[in-house]
Each structure stands twice: as structure tokens, then as C-alpha cells.
């Protein structure tokens, strides 16, 4: 008989991670998922995947949406749409990885340019040099932590050079710009619905597109590419979001309001508490951030190093988004000096942020940091 081996017990009695998934009530879930076995219907399009992306479009105020099984998905897709394949791609080093390995398989270039030291976002100045020097074909900004980038400045890139812009928003579901939706800007934007973000169908994602025919073709794309006659002339692969995973984001749809409002009182109380002794990501323009992720920025690498060690003794899992570097690892021509993305992205520290966070832990969190400076 095969031996069962025990899991590991854990050590701390207290450990709060960076965040954690938000889970609805399981009747609820039930009472959603209960219509896919009424209906014997489980994937490719079902009641419950047409029922969220109603919903979605509605809430977004969006009129081209698609979902998928991931956000990676929609890059890859986004990417296929846009031709890059051999092209070269003006983009921020200061992203999860998905953002550029996506784009090496979509076998474009990666040109890394630097990013603002206010928003820590992609610096359309530093896009405007590299377009003097050479040839880029396309521009992909990522609004980092939710914080909407220089959408306007990028909007007249892509006009001046006739180029796609297309977003990495998988942060940014819910972020304004100027009072705008932030969908408003740019020719596709991908989106992430994994588990940890704020919105989440446990995996999924969707592509937000400015034109029909885009989103035409990324819906036969997604299915094999077959078309109705059940010919492919342009082969795609599968990337269908499943009726269980469509269920999940009506429940959470439903509660949404709820963890906003819950989450963004945090954040305020973070900022508050931390409003001298921290920086934040800050803009010169008016811009909603949905409150997704808390990050910080230190003085210098060696406090950020000593708060996440005293974090994690008192049991307090505070991360580095994103470290190591992407350059590091990604094979990407690096045109552009990094003067910001170095002197900054080192600095950045994301305290723990999730639904059910209490305010005692966030002025102990708090009280840690202040310590470690
Ligand atoms: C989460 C995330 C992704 C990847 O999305 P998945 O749904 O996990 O594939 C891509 N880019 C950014 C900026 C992200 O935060």
C-alpha cells in the first residue's frame, strides 16, 4: 500500500500572506453551478459564460468583450492580433513577467524602455526618444497597480506613428483616467481574472477591443480557429473560459462592491498611517486606482530589505513586485538606459492586502515598517 505521506505542518501560528483569494459563499457557487448540470452544459460558450460577459460589458460600460481562460492567454492573443511576430515592441521593464515572456512567444522583439519615477509606469518620453532612434512597431504599457499610465500620450503615439497601443491591464480592471474609463484608450487591452486579483474567475482573463473585426477574429481564434462552416483559414488554439470558471465570476460579481469598499478603507488606513514615513505610486492627472495591491517605496533598498525581514518574523508576508528584475532574465534589446526603473523598482515593498484584513493587523504592519526605517 502506497505510504501517505503528511503535508507540512505550519510553523508559525500567525502568517499573513500578501493577499489571498476572495471565495464565496459555497451555496452560492452551488446555486450558480447547479445551472450548468441543469443545462449539461460545461464549456465552449455556455448560458453562464454569455451571463457574465453581459454583466462584465455593463459594469465596464465596454461594447467588445471577450473572456478566456487566462490573462496570459489574452496577451498572447492580443499579440497575434497586432502581427508582432519579428517586430520590435516598446515596453516597461517594471511588470509581472507574463507582460514580456508572452511576447517572446509571440517572437517579437522586446525593447525595454524606462519607466516614470511618479507612477512607476511606462514613461511615454522614454517611448517618444526610442522612436526617434529606431524603428518600434508597437507600444505596450502595463498599468501597474492598477495606476492608469499616460493613456492620452500613448493614444497620439499610435496615431503619429499609425502603430497599435495595447495594454497589459490585467491589474486594472476598474481603474479611471480622468474620469474616464481607461477601456476608452489604446486598440486591445488584456485583462487577468486569476484568483488573486481583486475581480477573478479562480483563472481567467478577457481582451478589451476598440474594433469589431478584432474581436471577431479573437473569438474564432480562441475556439481552434474554426469558423461556421467548420473550416480553419487562421489556425488558433484554445483559450475558452469554462462555464465553472464563468460561475465563479458571477459570484464574485455579485460581491464585488463589497470587497471594494472593504479594501479601499485598508488602503487608506495604510496611507495614513504611512503618509510620512513611505512614498506611493502618485500621478499628475486625475486617476482612479481600485485598491488591488499596497505598495511602498523606501529611501533606499537596504530599508526595504530590513521591513520585509521584520515583516516576516512578526508572520507578515510583504512581497517584492517584481523582483528579480525581468531584464535579468529576458532576453530583450536594451536601447534605452534604465536610470528610473533602477533607482526605483528596487525601492518597491507590497504590504499584505486582502478582504478580510483586520486594522489591527495594518498598525502592527504599520508600526513594523516604522521600525525597520
Ligand atoms: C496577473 C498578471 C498577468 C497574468 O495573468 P494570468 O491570468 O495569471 O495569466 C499579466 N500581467 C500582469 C501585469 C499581471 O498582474
Redesign the pocket.
Known sequence: MAKVIKLAQRTSSLSIPVTQPYLPSSDKYMHYVSKAFDNKWITNGGPLHKELTDRLKEYLGVKYLLLVN??????QLAYHIKNLKNKTVATTPF??P??LT?MAWANATVHLCDIRSDNWNLSANSVNESLKLEKIDAVVP?N?FGMSCELKEFDRIGKKYNIPIIY?S??ALLSKYEGKSIFEYGDIH?V???A??LFHTV???ALIFKNKQDLERAERLINFGIQEQGEVHDPGINAKMSELHAAMGLCILDDLPMLIENRQASVEHYQKLLSDSVAFQTSHYDCDVPPMYMPVKFETEQQLLDAEQLLKINGYMARRYFYPDNHKFIDSKLVRRLTVNNSVTNKILCLPLMHNLTQNHIQRICKLVQKAL
Do not use: P, R, W, Y
Open positions: 487566462n490573462g496570459t492567454a489574452a496577451l511588470t509581472f507574463a507582460t508572452a502595463v501597474i497589459d490585467a491589474q488584456c487577468s481574472f486569476h488573486t486579483k483563472e481567467g482573463g
